[in-house]
């Protein structure tokens, strides 16, 4: 399914513009860029032994399974340093993502001065869940180290937490997982291995590319 925007949207070619401007920004430890996205993963457990592999013969798997819930997957993906972390959590409520956030402000970037964080416009993805979450000054706290900046809506294409989550989903998530205890294994595994070899995003997508190949998006002006 396709998120097409319409043409002439000065509002989406706004927020698109400023987010690919971020993108070339360089490295900065002291400004972070990092992209954040969730995604939700179904628990299936097998309703039957699964048949071995034979020579000629994949593993094979029963039609029925058991319905064992969802489990939600935050990503946060730093795509200038190779680094990325998804934390498994029940539920996606604004204060779990509030936690989240508070974990990569009080964690990994504590020496930072700003978290440049770039997310989509999920209505949890606001400072507005860090006050739900937190008294005033603790939310107030996290809010003061981060400069975000909203992917526009049917762009979230733009965001590349989204693009390390569908790497996840071919490489890790694409069988059945019975639990929640087995999926963040499983996932820490998959991370671990990323993380090792520093794999980076090289973002080529440009405003200059935009204004040529997405020109339909853009509003006509009479100047």
Sequence with gaps: MWCIPPKGD?????AMEEVLEVY??????????????????????????????????????????????????FMAFEPLAGWRHVEVTDRRT????????????DGRYKGAEKIVLVSDQLNIHSI???????????????????EIHHTPKHGSWLDMAEIELSVLARQCLDRRVQDKQTLAREINAWESMRNTAAVKADWQFTTADARIKLRKLYPTTDG
């Design 10 to 14: 000065c509002e989406f070619v706004a």
């Design 24 to 73: 070339q920004r360089p490295y900065d430890p002291k400004r972070p860029q990092v992209c954040v996205d969730e995604l939700s993963k179904q628990l299936i457990e097998e309703a039957r032994p699964p048949l071995a592999p034979q020579p000629g013969a994949v593993r094979r798997h029963d039609c029925e399974y058991v319905r064992n819930g969802t489990a939600n997957l």
């Design 94 to 105: 604004r204060r779990d993502f509030a936690g989240f956030i508070r974990w990569l402000v």
């Design 128 to 146: 507005g869940s860090l006050y739900e979450a937190f008294e005033p000054a603790e939310a107030r706290r996290i809010a003061d180290k981060l």
